[in-house]
């Protein structure tokens, strides 16, 4: 109650605050009696940004521009500069100051060099730098500013949240993001954002004229060609148009992140969000994907590699065209041949350099001839700088080159270069040993499949055959062994590949060299004929996300089960051991496939099952990292009262739903509860219990539930190692499920079936709201205690630390 008013009080006053901008502070403002020069800078009202001459890397220029001050990186975050063209190289001798109304840049010799030229007859201007980052000019005399100029309106090659980027109907002009040179040039570079007036989109351009990126056109909630964003907690998108223009803008849910969008030095369109702890720049989105899809992003002659280090090197016999711009990463410059080609002359001196490239680059023309024909034509001709040949039909390229990336299964072009220039291997213009030999490979290829298909025919007949006259016998679609044998396959039990609730798991290997995991039951007292009934049973069940029974042993008091081995093992070695870090696609489908394998156990199965223990170390990994399901059907085989089942499986810590102490009939929805427990731990890579043993870390869970409901950054829930590689979208697709599947009520929990459609896609999911279990908890007994709203003390506070934090505490 008390928190809720000191809310809305604190609100009230910032809104009081940001309506009129303090202009009796002097720290935020220039003014006709105070400029800046040298290392002087002016702060933002609430130190978010700062204003003042800036150098880029090593270079000795100097420009005027705004930083982050608070987030602050070293060199610092420049969101914006004035002088991108004309740079000084003495701040002590220039001078940013207000002139007739105009903000300045006056060099060393006192010439100006950069205005904001606005025709104005304000008395007295001033400028001042805003907390949103944005640097306003007005008048001095008014207590709220009416910009005649702003910073906003001319942005340089970042887009900060509250700024637009819009179409001006009246000039028919557009407000651009476009790169810098350099890393150390903030000069216009060749890569720009804007809006496509008649269509209401974006494009990324090359050079002012070649598009090479889209996102598609608004539908009012979304661009078409960004599906992302539809779940897009942290922004807020929203576009306008009127008559006088059409612009976009957005913002942030939670004004105390930091954000902004760029269009970076490479080309790429990039989000970017400021992580406090690491005091770095995470990247959030960022378009095209491939960033060997911009245009012209390695320059003429130029490849490029996406996963190099340069990303782009010049072809073999040539050279960058400015080297120390190929050294700063600017390699829009391109590349040039080592040994110029003399027009007309010395032709022998030339030959053709082979190279495999993703697509053919743009701007050909289509000439004539076969194979040896186009050789010579392209030869002959001075300007033909390549050519290739497509299902015989023969291109030629007579500019430069552009937007070659490397693949070497990739389209073949030949480029021209002086002849000294090539290495002895690739001398060879024509490529007949290279297609001789790719058939040799492929009628070799072909007749390895051959035998290889016959092999495999052949070991399936005669497995067959090793089984059916092997000592064991079937028993319907199972093996029932004989004690002595699983000995045997398992060197007597001697190398265990885990322990479980129901009994000890041990590797082993049949007679037809088949790996198989053993499994020793432990603590059945079913009679043999029961048991047999049981395991057959278990043993009709077959599904591709369940660990196949292959077969069993039942002699007096050994009771075994025979499965397949499954090569990677179960998930939380994967998980927790750090055995080897699961990629977010491979997370994905092994919830999808857990999912699809408990709903064949509770839906498809004749007899509805319940697992009771689902939990990582029962979800066993093939070699494929496909997730078949363990140990289901067991707590069947070992008694029908539940309550035996928890004593045995006590172990299991953190994945118990509620209705397992209140003592009423536990169905399905209890697994539905563990497989929410689990899919938290699989987007967190830390097991859930642990965490809450740390007080002061709030329980995953709920710091889930919590970021979903304020619309937090989604992707720093996903476990660190795998460096925000995750698709946003999915990984809030399953934050969502998760929290509904460890509802309280069980009748609010979906139904596998439900979240199989979910995860697949066809199904939406709607907001959860905050599990009412708060926390589960526990403690060194290893009993289990869960918290709810209870009004009891040391629940409460576990409450109010899980509970969303409030923003506004600080102001
Ligand atoms: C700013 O420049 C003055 C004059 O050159 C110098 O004395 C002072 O140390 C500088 N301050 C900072 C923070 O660099
Ligand atoms: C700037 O120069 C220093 C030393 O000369 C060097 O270590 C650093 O890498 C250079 N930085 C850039 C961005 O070139
Ligand atoms: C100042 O700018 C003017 C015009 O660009 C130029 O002619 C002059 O050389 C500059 N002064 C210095 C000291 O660079
Ligand atoms: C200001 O106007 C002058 C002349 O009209 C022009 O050369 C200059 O580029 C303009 N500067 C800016 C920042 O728009
Ligand atoms: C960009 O286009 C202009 C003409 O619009 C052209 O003069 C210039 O050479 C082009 N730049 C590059 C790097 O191709
Ligand atoms: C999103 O932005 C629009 C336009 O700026 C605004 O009207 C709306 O209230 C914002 N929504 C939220 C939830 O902040
Ligand atoms: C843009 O202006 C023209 C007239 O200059 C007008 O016909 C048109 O409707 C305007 N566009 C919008 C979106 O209002
Ligand atoms: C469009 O511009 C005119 C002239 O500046 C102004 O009177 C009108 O209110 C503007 N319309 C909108 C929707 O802002
Ligand atoms: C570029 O880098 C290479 C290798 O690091 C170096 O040898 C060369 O001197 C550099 N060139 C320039 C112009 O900086
Ligand atoms: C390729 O052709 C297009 C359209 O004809 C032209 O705009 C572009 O400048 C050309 N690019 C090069 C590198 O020649
Ligand atoms: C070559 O391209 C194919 C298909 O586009 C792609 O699957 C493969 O990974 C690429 N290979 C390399 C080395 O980039
Ligand atoms: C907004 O983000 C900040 C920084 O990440 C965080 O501390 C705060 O809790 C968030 N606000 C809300 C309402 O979640």
Request: charged share 20%; aromatic share 10%; glycine share 8%.
């Given at each position: 109650?008390f928190?809720?008013?000191s809310?809305s ?15 009796s ?7 006709a009696?105070?400029?800046?020069s040298g290392n ?8 978010e ?6 150098k880029?890397?090593n ?5 005027i ?5 608070r987030a ?10 004035a002088?991108?063209?004309t740079p ?6 220039s001078?940013l ?6 903000l ?6 006192k ?14 201007s ?5 907390d949103d980052?944005?640097l ?5 005399t008014s207590?709220s ?13 970042t887009?900060l ?8 109907n ?10 810098w ?10 890569f720009?954002l804007?809006l ?11 050079n002012?004229?070649?598009?090479y990126w ?10 078409e060609?960004v599906?992302?964003?539809r779940l897009?907690y ?7 148009m009127?008559?006088n ?5 957005y913002s942030?849910?939670n004004s ?18 400021w992580s406090?702890?690491?005091?770095e ?6 378009k ?5 899809d ?5 320059g003429?002659?130029g490849?490029?590699?996406?996963t ?9 016999g ?10 700063q990463?600017?390699?829009s ?17 030339q ?11 743009p ?7 076969s194979?040896g ?6 030869l002959?001709d ?6 290739s040949?497509?299902?015989n039909?023969?291109?030629?390229w ?6 070659l990336?490397d693949?070497?299964s ?8 002086a ?7 690739s001398?060879d213009?024509?490529?007949h ?14 007749g390895?499949v ?14 067959k055959?090793?089984?059916?006259v092997?000592?064991?016998?079937m ?12 000995q ?15 009994g ?6 049949l ?5 198989v ?8 007292s079913?009679?043999?004929k029961?048991f ?5 049973t278990i043993?009709?069940?077959?599904h591709?996300n369940?660990?196949?029974?292959r077969g069993?042993c ?25 055995k080897q ?5 491979t997370?994905?489908q092994?919830?999808l496939g ?9 839906e498809?199965c ?5 697992h009771?223990?689902?939990k990582?170390?029962?979800i066993?990994?093939d070699?494929?990292f ?5 140990d289901f ?8 009262d ?8 006590r172990?299991?810590r953190?994945?118990?739903a509620?209705e ?7 169905t ?6 563990s497989?929410?427990?689990?899919l ?5 890579g ?19 539930s919590n ?8 992707l720093?829930l ?5 460096n ?6 999915e ?7 998760a929290c509904w599947c ?6 609010r ?7 199989e ?6 199904m939406?999911?709607?907001m959860?709201?905050i599990p ?6 526990v403690?060194?007994t290893?009993?289990?205690?869960f918290f709810?709203?209870?009004p ?6 576990v409450y ?7 923003t506004?505490?600080?102001?």
């Amino acid at each position: 109650m008390f928190f809720t008013e000191s809310n809305s009080l604190g609100r009230i006053l910032v809104l009081c605050f940001s309506l009129t901008i303090s202009l009796s502070s002097r720290g935020n403002t220039i003014s006709a009696n105070n400029f800046l020069s040298g290392n002087r800078t002016i702060i933002s009202e609430r130190d978010e940004f700062e204003l003042g001459f800036f150098k880029a890397g090593n270079s000795s220029n100097y420009y005027i521009g705004i930083w982050y001050k608070r987030a602050a990186s070293n060199p610092p975050t420049i969101v914006w500069v004035a002088n991108r063209e004309t740079p000084i190289s003495d701040r002590f001798r220039s001078e940013l100051k207000i002139i007739d109304g105009n903000l300045v840049l006056l060099n060393e010799s006192k010439f100006q060099i950069w205005s904001t030229n606005v025709s104005t007859t304000l008395k007295s201007s001033v400028a001042v730098l805003l907390d949103d980052g944005n640097l306003v000019l007005g008048d001095s005399t008014s207590n709220s500013i009416e910009p005649v100029w702003q910073s906003f309106d001319h942005p340089t090659h970042t887009w900060l949240p509250g700024a637009k980027l819009a179409y001006n109907n009246r000039t028919k002009k557009s407000q651009f993001l476009t790169s810098w040179k350099s890393k150390e040039d903030p000069g216009v570079g060749l890569f720009s954002l804007e809006l496509h007036p008649s269509s209401n989109m974006y494009v990324c351009k090359w050079n002012g004229s070649q598009q090479y990126w889209t996102s598609g056109a608004w539908n009012g909630k979304i661009f078409e060609l960004v599906p992302e964003m539809r779940l897009n907690y942290i922004y807020n998108f929203s576009y306008h148009m009127n008559e006088n223009e059409t612009y976009f803008t957005y913002s942030l849910y939670n004004s105390s992140l930091v954000s902004r969008f760029i269009m970076d030095v490479s080309g790429q369109l990039q989000q970017q969000m400021w992580s406090e702890s690491t005091a770095e720049w995470a990247m959030f989105w960022s378009k095209p994907k491939e960033v060997c899809d911009i245009y012209g992003l390695c320059g003429a002659f130029g490849t490029c590699r996406p996963t190099e280090f340069p990303l782009c090197n010049c072809l073999t016999g040539f050279k960058p065209r400015s080297e120390s711009d190929w050294n700063q990463t600017d390699f829009s410059g391109g590349c040039v041949r080592k040994t110029d080609l003399q027009c007309g002359r010395n032709t022998e001196k030339q030959d053709f350099l082979m190279i495999r490239v993703k697509n053919l680059p743009p701007n050909n023309s289509v000439a004539v001839g076969s194979a040896g024909e186009c050789h010579t034509t392209c030869l002959n001709d001075c300007f033909c700088n390549a050519y290739s040949l497509v299902d015989n039909q023969c291109s030629v390229w007579d500019g430069d080159l552009l937007n070659l990336e490397d693949n070497d299964s990739g389209k073949i072009i030949f480029v021209k270069v002086a002849y000294k220039d090539l290495p002895l291997s690739s001398k060879d213009p024509l490529h007949h040993k290279k297609s001789i030999s790719v058939t040799m490979g492929a009628v070799v290829g072909f007749g390895g499949v051959v035998v290889f298909v016959l092999g495999v025919i052949l070991f399936l007949i005669f497995r067959k055959k090793r089984i059916s006259v092997g000592k064991t016998r079937m028993v319907g679609s199972l093996v029932s062994f004989v004690y002595k044998d699983l000995q045997i396959a398992t060197k007597n039990f001697s190398n265990k590949l885990g322990g479980g609730g129901f009994g000890s798991v041990f590797k082993g290997v049949l007679h037809d060299s088949s790996i198989v995991a053993v499994k020793k039951l432990e603590s059945i007292s079913q009679g043999e004929k029961q048991f047999r009934s049981e395991v057959s049973t278990i043993g009709t069940i077959q599904h591709v996300n369940l660990v196949r029974l292959r077969g069993f042993c039942a002699q007096g008091n050994n009771k075994l089960l025979v499965y397949d081995y499954m090569a990677n093992g179960s998930l939380d070695t994967h998980l927790f051991h750090g055995k080897q870090v699961l990629n977010w696609e491979t997370r994905y489908q092994i919830a999808l496939g857990i999912a699809r394998g408990l709903v064949y156990l509770h839906e498809k199965c004749r007899d509805c099952i319940i697992h009771c223990d689902i939990k990582p170390e029962n979800i066993l990994l093939d070699a494929e990292f496909c997730p078949k399901i363990a140990d289901f059907g067991l707590a069947k085989l070992v008694g029908r009262d539940f309550s035996r089942v928890l004593t045995t499986i006590r172990g299991t810590r953190g994945y118990l739903a509620p209705e397992w102490l209140s003592g009423v009939a536990v169905t399905t929805k209890a697994d539905v509860f563990s497989y929410g427990m689990m899919l938290f731990e699989l987007v967190n890579g830390k097991r859930n219990a642990e965490q809450s043993e740390d007080s002061r870390s709030p329980f995953f869970p709920c710091l889930v539930s919590n970021v979903l409901k304020v619309g937090g950054d989604i992707l720093s829930l996903v476990d660190s190692r795998l460096n925000r590689e995750a698709s946003v979208e999915e990984v809030s697709k399953i934050c969502k499920v998760a929290c509904w599947c460890i509802q309280d009520e069980e009748d609010r929990r979906p139904s596998m079936s439900s979240v199989e459609q979910i995860l697949e896609g066809v199904m939406d999911v709607n907001m959860p709201p905050i599990p009412r279990t708060v926390t589960l908890f526990v403690d060194n007994t290893e009993r289990i205690v869960f918290f709810t709203e209870s009004p009891s003390k040391g629940s409460s506070e576990v409450y109010s630390n899980c509970s969303p934090q409030s923003t506004s505490s600080s102001s």
